[in-house]
Every structure is written in C-alpha cells, then in structure tokens.
C-alpha cells in the first residue's frame, strides 16, 4: 500500500482548512487526501440562496479548483480502517498507509429517516435549505406561497449549523412581512428542542422576531412522516408531563431541517463513540484512543456547534498537534470549542452567536463594534460579503487571522470540558 506522512479523509470545510494549515507551516509535508466529490460547496452560503440574496453558483466549486496542488487527491470514498495496521481500506478495495490520519468527513443528512419526505423533496411545497439543489426552491416558495400555513421543522441536537432551521423561517418572514402575505399566514417553528436556542444569552433578540412575525413555537416536535400529496406532516410531540402523541399538521410549505448523524463507515468503526461520531479529546482534537488518529469537523464527537466556523478554529490546533505528533512529541495546542452561527432574523441583520463548551460567549468583536446578543447590520455585511471570501481565500490558505491557536507550555491535563450547552 501506498504510504504518506499526513492521510486526511474527507476534502470539505474541516479536510481542506486542516491541509492549508499545514501546508503552511511545512510546504513540503507529504500529505493525501481521499475525496470522492468533484464538487466543493460553501454550505454557509446556501441559507442566503434560500434567502434570495445569493445565486447558488456562489456556493460551489469544483473540487480540483479547491484542491492545493502540493497533495495527492484520491479521487475515492474512504470505506474502514485499520488503525492497527495505520492503513485506510478505500471502497474499490485499495488500501492507504499513514504515519498520522486526519478523518473529517463530515456527517450525514438522514433524509430516508423520514418516510415519504425524499420522493416529495422539490415539490408539494416541500423544501429544504440544507441541499444545493433545493435553496432556490425554499426562495421560489417564498415567493409563490401567499397564504395558509408555512412549518420550519427542526431535528434533534446535534445538527450541523444548529440556527439554520430558523435562518431560513426569519428570512421567508421577513420577505413576506414585505409583501404582505405575512398577515394571511400561519408560521409555526417545529423544533425537537424544548428551547429556541441551546445558549440562552440570544434567545431574547430572537424572541422579539418571533414576536414581530406572528410565529408559532412548537418545542419537542419531532418531524416523523410527510405526505406530499395531501400536504400533510406528522410529528411526534413530547408533551410537559412527558406523555408522547403524534399530531398531523397540514401545510402549504414545508421547510425540513433532515436528521443527521455520522456517516456509517464512521459508527460503525473502532474510531466510533457510544453515539457513532469520531471519538476525540475535546481540547487537542486527538483521537482518545489512537495516537495517530485525530479528526475534526462535523464528523468529531466534540461538543462545539457544528460549523464552518468551529471548522476554523479546530484546523489550526489540528495542524500544530499532527506535526507535534510527527516528531513523536505530545500535543500542546487547544481548543477553546469556539462555533459561531450568524442568524439572519431580517435581511439585512443578524444576531452574531459566537460561543465555545458551555455555551461560554466568545465574541470576535469588541461590543461597541458588534453587540453579539443584538441585530447587526455590520454582521450582516461580515456574513454576506466578507466571509464567503475569508472562507476561501484565508481558511483555505493557512491564514489563522483571529483564529491562532492557543498553544501551552505543558501537555493539557486530561479534563472535563463542560457540555451545559444544546450544542
Ligand atoms: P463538509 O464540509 O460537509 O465536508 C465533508 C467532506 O467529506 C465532503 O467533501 C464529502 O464529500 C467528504 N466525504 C464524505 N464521505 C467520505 C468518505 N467516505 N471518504 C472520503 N471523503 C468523504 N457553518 C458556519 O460556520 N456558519 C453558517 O452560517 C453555516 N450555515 C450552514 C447552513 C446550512 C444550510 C448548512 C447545511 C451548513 C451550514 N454551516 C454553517 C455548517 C458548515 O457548512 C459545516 O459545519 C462544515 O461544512 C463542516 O465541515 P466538514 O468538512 O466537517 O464537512
């Protein structure tokens, strides 16, 4: 089997900012990375494509365009491992040797886990912000939908970019609070969560939104079933005295946040948690059984939000302790479990949630410039023209603006990192 000194699974958010890390502070390291796509997207950018302010070709690339041209692609799905051996299995049966296996591929939207809801997926005004492809219908929807009942469902925790669900609800109401259909449309907010956002410290702005556009919180409502044709969807509902019922609920338009979990070739591995998702240390993002292994991204089991912007500060810390782990030393730089979710409550505003384990607040921002509990238009303006760019052009790249990684002088203690948090 071939063997490189850097393996790294998966070429999205997590895989390609690692690389640039990486590459930055050794440009000649032997690095590969096993990637099956010819698409790289921007997911980030997909609610503003179900928000009609992007076109969704601004939110793809191809994947050779992304690829830095210092590694070896494997154009491949990885299949198992055999950290024993230090080999990936890949699924045409070809096996890859590593001295250290990054593993960031990303997690899996469980669209089958909800009969009836992938055949009915684009049409019977049913859509969803979390596929490329059907942004744009969530925006012709919008648009066409003019009265009746409009429901935003979303899944049990974890979920990648945990705001989106109600991204796409405010920017929908926003627009029709500006035609006018807003008056003749019920809008309900669907969520398994028993709160409106799992760190309490934003849920007030959002709640003058709620207010503003009329909707209606259904906490403990789990999505289980849709009947396109009827316009139908059925929920499972935990009521407060912790009796469960199921309710049918019609619809003129549906906008589902799918269920999602970690890919199987994940949960089904020895790298797996109790839960399927890559076991790692929280701080250093080090496999906690497999010192050669580490991972990040959506895949990881950390309990940070799971986005891009965790993404950003996680590759960092990664590349500092691969390269620590080359030479055979333990690692010494960490993480903070910083996520940022900018929820866009109105075009033109968004409330800045920018937190770590714990639901600890941190802000990039001094508050006299952003006040991260509050709309912002200056967020706007970050989320709309500056980090689409920061996302390819510096993430990619290995420039760590605010986003240096703490590094100790001693190996972090083995502790426990507080997960009070939805998240
Ligand atoms: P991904 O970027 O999904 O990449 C995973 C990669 O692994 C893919 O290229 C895939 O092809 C590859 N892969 C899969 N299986 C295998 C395999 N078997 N072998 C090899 N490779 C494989 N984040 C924010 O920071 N801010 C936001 O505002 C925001 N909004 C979002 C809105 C929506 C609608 C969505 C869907 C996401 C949003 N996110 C946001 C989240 C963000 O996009 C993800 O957290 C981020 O992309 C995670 O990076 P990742 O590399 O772990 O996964």
Redesign the pocket.
Same mark, same amino acid.
Request: proline letters at 12%.
């Given at each position: 089997a071939r063997r490189h000194d850097v393996l790294i699974?998966?070429?999205?958010? !997590?895989?390609q900012a690692v690389t640039g890390s990486l590459l930055k502070r050794q440009p000649d390291l032997d690095i590969a990375i096993?990637?099956?796509?010819s698409e790289?997207?921007y997911?980030?950018g997909?609610?503003l494509v179900g928000g009609g302010v992007f076109d969704r070709k601004q939110t793809v690339r191809t994947m050779r365009d992304v690829m830095p041209s210092a590694v070896k692609w494997y154009q491949a799905? !990885?299949?198992s491992f055999l950290p024993e051996q230090q080999r990936v299995v890949l699924e045409n049966g070809e096996q890859l040797g590593y001295r250290i296996l990054i593993v960031?591929?990303?997690l899996t939207l469980d669209w089958d886990a909800i009969p009836g809801l992938r055949d009915t997926l684009g049409r019977n005004g049913v859509t969803s912000?979390?596929r490329f492809d059907l942004a744009p219908y969530t925006w012709e929807l919008v648009n066409s939908t003019r009265k009746g009942k409009a429901l935003f469902t979303q899944a049990p925790m974890p979920i990648?970019?945990a705001g989106?669900p109600q991204k796409a609800m405010y920017l929908a109401c926003d627009q029709w609070q500006r035609s006018g259909a807003l008056k003749d449309l019920d809008v309900e907010f669907c969520t398994s969560g028993a709160a409106l956002f799992g760190v309490a410290a934003y849920v007030p702005a959002l709640m003058e939104y709620v207010d503003r556009y009329g909707i209606q919180l259904d906490f403990q409502h789990t999505l289980i079933a849709v009947d396109g044709d009827n316009r139908s969807a059925r929920f499972k509902v935990v009521d407060t005295d912790g009796e469960t019922r199921e309710v049918d609920k019609p619809f003129d338009m549906l906008h589902v946040c799918p269920p999602q979990r970690a890919?199987r070739?994940i949960s089904e591995s020895p790298l797996a948690d109790a839960a399927g998702w890559i076991e790692l240390n929280p701080e250093t993002m080090q496999h906690s059984r497999y010192g050669d292994i580490f991972g990040l991204?959506?895949?990881g089991n950390t309990p940070n939000a799971?986005? !891009?912007?965790?993404?950003r500060k996680q590759a960092p810390v990664v590349a500092e302790n691969v390269l620590q782990a080359l030479k055979g030393q333990a690692p010494r730089a960490v993480y903070d479990g910083y996520g940022?979710?900018?929820l866009t409550v109105e075009r033109g505003k968004i409330v800045l949630a920018e937190f770590g384990y714990g639901g600890k607040l941190l802000p990039s921002f001094p508050s006299w410039l952003v006040e991260g509990t509050r709309p912002s238009r200056l967020s706007w303006f970050l989320k709309e023209k500056m980090l689409p760019w920061i996302y390819w052009n510096t993430m990619f790249k290995g420039k760590e603006w605010l986003a240096e990684p703490e590094i100790l002088n001693h190996r972090p203690a083995e502790h426990e990192v507080s997960t009070a948090c939805d998240f």
């Open positions: 699974i998966g070429g999205g958010a !997590a895989g096993v990637e099956p796509s790289h997207y997911q980030p997909w609610t799905a !990885a299949a960031a591929p990303g912000n979390y990648k970019c989106a890919p070739f991204g959506d895949a799971k986005t !891009a912007a965790a993404v940022s979710c900018p």
